[in-house]
């Protein structure tokens, strides 16, 4: 194949004019036609946000526009994605002269498409630096009642749950507390600074699909020491993580939101006395990278795919899924 660009214009119009196209690829007055069917359809959930996006955002401007000021822009990318009419590439055959339309995608992580390819491009970014080890998955969870302060203002807020999550591990890693002869629990700090090795991707949603922020690791069974040692790391104190988990995320959003939230925290640490839930039990993944595809799978693609889409109702606006 040739890129139609190594010809010049007069050659294309020449090439064009001569050629018998078929009727659903161009329209009368020789624009490409937007329901022209070639290699890639828009998909159904694009047909689904073109037919009701417009109603549901009226619906809802206030709250969308406050909350999710960038999901006009993100969804109008799904609706556009292949749409012939925005730009395509053509491609030619210098033997047979037979040509290929290749519409531009919208390259956005919240289409089914896009995102896809975007999760398989970052699941070879992490294998091309991940140390050759053995990994663990730790998934690091809030509970129902702190779920609507990550919402919004939503970067600023992830970011504090990165950063606890991020703290924990370093915590764990180069810190401990005993009790004294007085039964006072003493802060213990090694005196080699260790630093580890870990992926972390935020999930947004639970099983049921709901709002669920919770962080998904991916950490090496390894530490490197500041005294240039590397040494196996494979013991995790559970009870130990929970709780200095629950207590460094309680202290950067009381250090956030003020003394405003020193109720709700004290409300937290006495439902939650074992601290916040973090699974961190040994999972035996087939090889490396399915424990990458697993922990990345929704970091570049919606909560449901085109596959779970039984049947679409346009008449009806009705959706059925499995």
């Known amino acids: 194949m040739k890129n139609i660009e190594t010809i010049n214009e007069y050659e294309f119009l020449e090439f064009y004019n001569e050629r018998s196209f078929d009727s659903n690829c161009f329209n009368d007055d020789g624009s490409l036609n937007k329901n022209y069917n070639f290699f890639k359809s828009t998909g159904i959930i694009a047909s689904i946000f073109d037919d009701h996006w417009e109603s549901t955002y009226l619906a809802n401007k206030e709250i969308i526009d406050k909350y ?29 002269h037979d040509i290929v339309f290749i519409a531009h995608t919208c390259k956005s992580r919240f289409c089914s498409s896009c995102g896809y390819k975007y999760k398989n491009q970052r699941v070879e970014n992490i294998l091309q630096t991940a140390y050759n080890c053995n990994h663990r998955q730790v998934v690091f969870t809030i509970p129902e009642q702190l779920r609507n302060y990550f919402f919004f203002p939503f970067e600023h807020r992830i970011n504090i749950l990165f950063n606890a999550v991020s703290k924990t591990i370093y915590s764990i890693l180069n810190e401990s507390f005993k009790k004294n002869k007085k039964g006072i629990f003493k802060k213990c700090v090694s005196k080699i600074k260790y630093s580890p090795g870990f992926f972390a991707f935020l999930h947004t949603f639970g099983r049921d699909l709901k709002w669920n922020p919770h962080i998904h690791v991916l950490l090496a069974e390894l530490k490197l020491g500041s005294d240039g040692s590397c040494k196996t790391w494979n ?13 460094i995320l309680l202290d950067l959003i009381s250090k956030d939101l003020g003394k405003s939230f020193d109720n709700k925290k004290n409300l937290l640490y006495k439902k939650f006395p074992n601290g916040f839930y973090v699974y961190a039990e040994p999972k035996k993944f087939k090889d490396f990278k399915s424990g990458v595809e697993y922990v990345t799978r929704y970091c570049g693609r919606v909560p449901i795919s085109e596959n779970r889409i039984v049947n679409y109702d346009e008449d009806n606006g009705l959706v059925t899924f499995s």
């Open 68 to 96: 999710r000021p960038d999901a006009v822009v993100e969804v109008q990318k799904i609706i556009d994605c292949a749409n012939r009419n925005l730009g395509c590439s053509v491609y030619v055959c210098p033997h047979c």
């Open 235 to 247: 013991f995790f104190d559970y009870d130990a993580l929970s709780r200095r988990f629950q207590k």
